[in-house]
């Protein structure tokens, strides 16, 4: 049968359906591990949300795997040849994400493509879970179903699905054949006809075949352009992707390619931009870095005695911990963290600037161990974690220190996949990530009341055994989880009363609760890090805690609504504190009263009087010029989509805002070697990692 060309256009509009939805399909569970922060959506509410809120997702995908789709379809140049390629090839890929998903809760990303590209797609097997036989078998039919289909189809089909067929037109018909008396002045014309058909079979040739090319071409530029910009504000693509409904979520890669498609969500984290290359990036501008550093390090380990790994670290990240009280317009009826405030008087400690306001946990931690600064990339890089490490060849951290990777363990009591964890610790250099999943599971996992999280007590009762068992030095990074939103008067007779010092302004019923609940929650912490201070105090080797809130929850309505209290709502509480057997305790920092993350190491090192690599150097230097500093940061719950505008926020050694423009010589030129150090780290050329800079 002949099928005409409208029946194809109608097909391609068909199958670009039936695989967009298998490719949703690929990554949407009967359930979900993750119940709290990123709730299920399955391919109908993708679908759904075009009407029910405006959101044309569903349509950006059936765009891409349409241009996709097209490029194949001019390559083979055969509808049920091209066709069936994209269903095996999709079914394949949503096989695999389906696996990678119920076995990690963790989609596809852009560092496993170069897993494969670089011969190791065999680390895709690990992907399969036991018992999947029925499901791969099932998967293996109907493929062959599809190919003996459309093998069917392409039997049936006059044209056998070529699509693209300028070849000329035969030579009678092209040209026709003018008769004369004589055979000779026939034969003649006849050679004509032939010549001006064969002519015109070769110029239908040539513009099939550009055409073809054009096809393809377009297509596939058109994607890579859009993987190349969705991911980087104030582009054409990235607003229009965002028009279109697309919104980043980075802390879980399993939500993100629910909320935006898995294509979308692939493209989306395949090129971020990280910093822009300063203008004297060079290696021999690096070898200066680091020659101007190691003199640094050796002027300040003039006075230092001790190595990093003669003493035992732990860092604790305490999620959403800070002192409710300091929030403008609250009252409380207590002081819900008086340890933490006692433990301050004869210690290093005082307050951490934050990047985050209700989230970025993450990017907290990443500079913590890495010592990078957010307010150094681009801010098109929201999270480190998810967009930048799994690619990265080169990541220098703090325990990295302590030499071989048995020397360093992880402990986060949830799920091990949040924020690509399992993955990025591997690549630190962690030998153990205890979470509440396999292989590692964490030892205590007691939960207080209704709270859906495990507490701070049995996260530090986890640590400390683990450090008890453990003779020798080692570096210990935990991720608590007990203070995370929501908060919904979880805790049995909570006393802690918020109220509005503001009488004008009230506090709302939701506010109210969720501030009563946090602060309980906060008190408990404060009780729990004093318990765990004295277990670490009965260790007979040495042990030198940070310990840090990573932002403020985001429930503080009235307060946020003021961009006037912008600071005061990214100011958490820390503290770096020394055991009894380190020699150190109550040695207490003249610089320690403003921080932020990027200047733990540094500080930690200053703490145990640990003598500094030429990187550690320059952190020291620089916090004795700019006490903490973080990217522009806004009043409201930490997204990846919006980006506030201005220039880093700098805080000076008495917590006062500083302007870059107002920084003596001395501080711009650690400025600007701090954006060559990152950069070269990040996204150069690593010229400093043969240089001893970091170790």
């Given at each position: 049968?002949h099928?005409?060309?409208?029946v194809?256009?109608?097909?391609f509009v068909?199958?670009d359906?039936?695989?967009?939805?298998?490719?949703?399909k690929?990554?949407?569970?009967?359930d979900?591990?993750v119940?709290?922060?990123?709730p299920?959506?399955?391919?109908?509410?993708?679908?759904?949300?075009?009407w029910?809120e405006c959101?044309?997702v569903?349509?950006?995908n059936?765009?891409?795997?349409?241009?996709?789709?097209?490029?194949?379809l001019?390559?083979?140049?055969?509808?049920?040849i091209?066709?069936?390629?994209m269903?095996?090839?999709?079914?394949l890929i949503?096989?695999?994400?389906?696996f990678?998903?119920s076995?990690?809760?963790?989609?596809?990303?852009?560092s496993?493509?170069?897993?494969?590209?670089?011969g190791?797609a065999?680390?895709?097997?690990?992907f399969?879970?036991?018992g999947?036989?029925?499901?791969?078998?099932?998967?293996v039919?109907a493929?062959?179903?599809?190919?003996v289909l459309?093998?069917?189809?392409?039997?049936f089909d006059?044209?056998?699905?070529?699509?693209?067929d300028?070849?000329?037109?035969?030579?009678?018909?092209?040209?026709?054949?003018?008769r004369?008396?004589?055979?000779?002045?026939?034969n003649?014309?006849?050679s004509?006809g032939g010549?001006?058909?064969?002519?015109?079979?070769?110029?239908?040739?040539?513009?099939?075949?550009?055409?073809?090319?054009?096809?393809?071409?377009?297509?596939?530029?058109?994607v890579?352009?859009?993987?190349?910009?969705?991911g980087?504000i104030?582009t054409?693509?990235n607003a229009?992707?965002?028009?279109?409904?697309?919104?980043?979520?980075m802390?879980?890669?399993?939500?993100d390619a629910q909320?935006?498609?898995?294509?979308v969500?692939?493209l989306?984290?395949?090129?971020?931009?990280?910093?822009?290359?300063?203008s004297?990036y060079?290696?021999?501008?690096?070898?200066q870095?680091a020659?101007?550093?190691?003199?640094?390090?050796?002027?300040?380990?003039k006075?230092?005695?001790?190595?990093?790994?003669?003493s035992?670290?732990?860092?604790?990240?305490s999620?959403?911990?800070?002192?409710?009280?300091?929030v403008p317009?609250?009252k409380?009826?207590?002081d819900p963290?008086?340890?933490?405030?006692e433990?301050r008087?004869?210690?290093?400690?005082?307050?951490?600037?934050?990047?985050?306001?209700?989230?970025?946990?993450?990017?907290?931690?990443?500079?913590s161990?890495?010592?990078?600064?957010?307010?150094?990339?681009?801010?098109?890089?929201?999270?480190p974690?998810?967009?930048?490490?799994?690619?990265e060849?080169?990541?220098?951290t703090?325990?990295?220190?302590w030499?071989?990777?048995e020397?360093?363990?992880a402990?986060h009591?949830y799920?091990?996949?949040?924020?690509?964890r399992a993955?990025n610790?591997k690549?630190?250099g962690?030998?153990?990530?205890?979470?509440?999943?396999?292989?590692?599971?964490?030892?205590h996992?007691?939960k207080?009341?209704?709270?859906?999280?495990?507490s701070d007590a049995?996260?530090?009762?986890?640590?400390y055994e683990?450090?008890?068992?453990?003779?020798?030095n080692e570096?210990?990074?935990?991720a608590t989880?007990?203070?995370?939103m929501p908060?919904?008067?979880w805790?049995?007779g909570?006393?802690?009363?918020?109220?509005?010092?503001?009488p004008?302004?009230?506090?709302?019923?939701?506010?109210?609760?969720s501030?009563n609940t946090?602060a309980?929650?906060?008190?408990?912490t404060?009780?729990?890090?004093?318990?765990?201070?004295?277990?670490m105090d009965?260790?007979?080797?040495p042990?030198?805690?940070?310990?840090y809130?990573?932002?403020?929850?985001g429930?503080y309505?009235?307060?946020?609504a003021?961009?006037?209290?912008?600071l005061?709502?990214?100011?958490t509480?820390?503290?770096?504190?020394?055991?009894?057997?380190?020699g150190?305790?109550?040695y207490k920092?003249?610089d320690g009263?403003?921080?932020?993350?990027n200047?733990?190491?540094?500080?930690?090192?200053e703490?145990?009087?640990?003598?500094?690599?030429p990187?550690?150097?320059?952190?020291?230097?620089l916090h004795g010029?700019?006490?903490a500093?973080?990217?522009?940061v806004?009043?409201?719950?930490q997204g990846?989509?919006?980006?506030p505008?201005?220039?880093?926020?700098?805080l000076?050694?008495?917590?006062q805002?500083?302007?870059?423009?107002?920084?003596?010589?001395?501080?711009?030129?650690?400025?600007?070697?701090?954006?060559?150090?990152?950069?070269?780290v990040?996204?150069?050329?690593g010229y400093?990692?043969?240089?001893?800079?970091m170790?």
């Open positions: 049968m099928i005409p060309g409208w194809y256009v109608l097909l068909l199958f359906i039936i695989m967009t939805v298998i490719l949703q690929g990554v949407t569970q009967n979900t591990r119940k709290l922060s990123s299920l959506t399955g391919v109908w509410g993708m679908v759904s949300k075009m029910r959101n044309f569903f349509v950006l059936l765009l891409l795997v349409g241009f996709i789709y097209l490029a194949v001019m390559l083979f140049n055969r509808f049920w091209a066709t069936p390629v269903l095996v090839l999709v079914i949503a096989l695999v994400e389906h990678k998903v076995v990690r809760y963790e989609t596809i990303l852009p496993d493509v170069s897993f494969v590209s670089n190791d065999g680390s895709l097997f690990s399969i879970p036991s999947s036989g029925g499901l791969i078998a099932a998967v039919v493929m062959v179903l599809v190919v459309f093998v069917a189809l392409n039997h006059m044209r056998h699905g070529k699509m693209i300028f070849v000329g037109h035969r030579a009678g018909d092209a040209v026709g054949v003018v004369h008396e004589t055979d000779g002045q026939a003649e014309s006849e004509k010549n001006r058909a064969d002519g015109g079979r070769r110029a239908g040739k040539s513009l099939g075949a550009a055409l073809r090319i054009v096809c393809i071409a377009v297509p596939l530029l058109l890579l352009g859009f993987s190349y910009q969705v980087q104030n054409f693509t229009f992707a965002k028009t279109m409904g697309y919104i980043p979520s802390w879980d890669s399993v939500y909320r935006n498609g898995p294509l969500s692939f989306g984290q395949a090129h971020p931009k990280v910093m822009d290359q300063p004297d060079s290696e021999a501008t690096m070898k870095v020659k101007r550093y190691s003199a640094e390090a050796a002027k300040i380990n006075t230092r005695t001790a190595k990093m790994s003669d035992s670290v732990v860092f604790i990240l999620e959403s911990y800070s002192d409710p009280s300091r317009g609250i409380l009826n207590h963290i008086p340890n933490t405030r433990i008087k004869h210690t290093t400690g005082g307050y951490m600037l934050s990047s985050g306001y209700g989230g970025g946990t993450a990017n907290l931690e990443y500079m161990l890495t010592g990078m600064s957010m307010a150094n990339f681009d801010p098109s890089l929201t999270s974690y998810q967009q930048l490490i799994p690619g060849k080169w990541t220098p703090i325990n990295q220190l030499g071989s990777k020397h360093s363990v402990f009591p799920e091990p996949s949040m924020y690509l993955n610790y690549k630190f962690f030998s153990h990530f205890y979470s509440l999943e396999p292989p590692d599971v964490i030892a996992r007691a207080i009341d209704s709270s859906p999280y495990v049995s996260s530090y009762q986890s640590v683990s450090m008890k068992k453990n003779p020798q570096f210990v990074q935990l989880m007990q203070n995370h908060y919904q008067n805790y049995k909570n006393d802690f009363k918020a109220r509005s010092t503001d004008s302004q009230p506090l709302g019923a939701d506010e109210n609760e501030i946090y309980k929650g906060a008190n408990i404060d009780a729990a890090t004093a318990k765990f201070l004295r277990q009965s260790l007979k080797k042990v030198t805690v940070v310990f809130g990573d932002h403020l929850p429930i309505k009235t307060a946020s003021d961009q006037k209290n912008s005061a709502l990214h100011t509480d820390y503290f770096i504190w020394s055991n009894k057997a380190s150190r305790q109550g920092s003249p009263q403003y921080s932020s993350p200047f733990f190491m540094a500080q930690a090192a703490q145990t009087n640990s003598k500094v690599t990187f550690l150097a320059f952190l020291t230097r010029k700019v006490s500093m973080e990217p522009p806004v009043n409201q719950i990846w989509s919006r980006i505008e201005g220039q880093p926020i700098y000076d050694a008495k917590g805002p500083m302007a870059a423009s107002d920084f003596d010589a001395q501080t711009k030129q650690l400025m600007h070697d701090y954006k060559l150090i990152q950069y070269d990040t996204a150069g050329k400093l990692k043969d240089a001893g800079f170790d």
